[in-house]
């Protein structure tokens, strides 16, 4: 499979106060179609950090990030943004959806934002259409004209989703994304977010959840800005009993000094 992301001996620094905060230390990393990885580790080990600056919405210190084979420290801001908007999604546990727009139209605007791109042959219909596919597919359909304090969180997170997929993007980047759901609404993200990965989207999430990580095909561990281990656990499917891969990751992180 060809690779979607490349990171190759990412460093990313901070200056607080005059003094150096070393957040990233050269992190070696490859994610392939089709790939679904999750990111651990303790507070401030780097995990987010590592997201934001391997999709370029922070940008690196040293070393060199490849999306799709372009190298992202070499993109002006304004190509940057284009390369998120068209091949990139994002889904937070902040769902930072606009307050004065319904459902329907927080999904639809950036599907439009990309019709701007004189290559883009889609039309506002064909996002329209799409958004619908996405909601359905999502259940979701029903919440298309409320606002979004109209709806649960579950719901929310997953307008997340079809937001994050209007424009069929190459890769999800997801940091927390269940954090602020409860078991329920956190089980039915997992489960579309497993379905998208089956369908071929590469996929790379940032979890404290055991139960969330156990359903990537591998986990990433970090401490203090350096990977410190993986554990491969192979494709996910439903009828895999959940409880021994999460006991074979709970193993794992007991002995990394989870």
Known sequence: MAAVLEVKNLCKTYIVNKGQ??????????LHEGDFVSVMGPSGSGKSTLLYTASGMDRLTAGEVLFDGQSLSQLSEKRMAELRLHKMGFIFQQMHMLSNLSIYDNIILSGYQA?????????????????????KQLGIIE?????????????LQRACICRALINEPKML?????????NSKA?????????RINREGTTIMIVTHDVKVAAQTDKVLYMVDGNIQGELRLGSYSEDQRSRERERKLNEWLMGMGW
């Open 115 to 135: 019709l701007k791109n004189r290559q883009e042959t889609r039309s506002r219909s064909d996002v329209n259409l799409y958004a619908d596919k996405l909601m």
């Open 143 to 155: 919440t298309a004209s409320h606002d979004i304090t109209e709806v649960s969180g579950g719901q």
């Open 21 to 30: 905060n070393n957040v990233l230390r050269n992190i070696d990393l490859t």
């Open 173 to 181: 980047f997801a940091d927390e994304p269940t954090g602020a759901l």
């Open 186 to 194: 956190a089980k039915e993200v997992m489960e579309e977010l497993c």
